[in-house]
């Protein structure tokens, strides 16, 4: 779980510098309008691009890497062996708190899976 909350602080400063990546293109945007002539706009559009892909591209890459270990870092509390009601517990806070981060690939709530599962496990073993 430890693993999972420095995760997720880096990825918390990734999305940080992204967004600020973001509004430097923006600044860079507002400063430099759009030309009226065919011309002036490839130049400007060429211009752009190689300055979005120099500001941009490096804080887009360092998110995805803390994305990647974020879902690393979910993915190996899932895999925890559940061997008590405090386990549960546990993976129960963590899924409240972590299966809900907003990213930019899919979260598919790897936490919230296995508290189901064992929810149902137990279900049954409470039947039986």
Known sequence: MRRLV?????LIGAKATNEEADAIF???EAKNPKPA???GTRKWLSRGCAYHARVTAPAWQAMMEAEKTFAEAQAA?????V???ADVQALIACSVIYDEVELCRHNRAPIARVVVQEYLRLGKAVQA
Do not use: E, T, Y
């Not at 420095?6 to 880096?10: P, R, Y």
């Not at 509390?77 to 062996?81: E, I, K, S, Y």
């Open 83 to 85: 061997a008590s009601a």
């Open 6 to 10: 420095k995760a997720h602080d880096a």
């Open 77 to 81: 509390v899932a895999g925890v062996p």
């Open 37 to 39: 002539s065919k011309r």
């Open 26 to 28: 923006a600044d860079w």
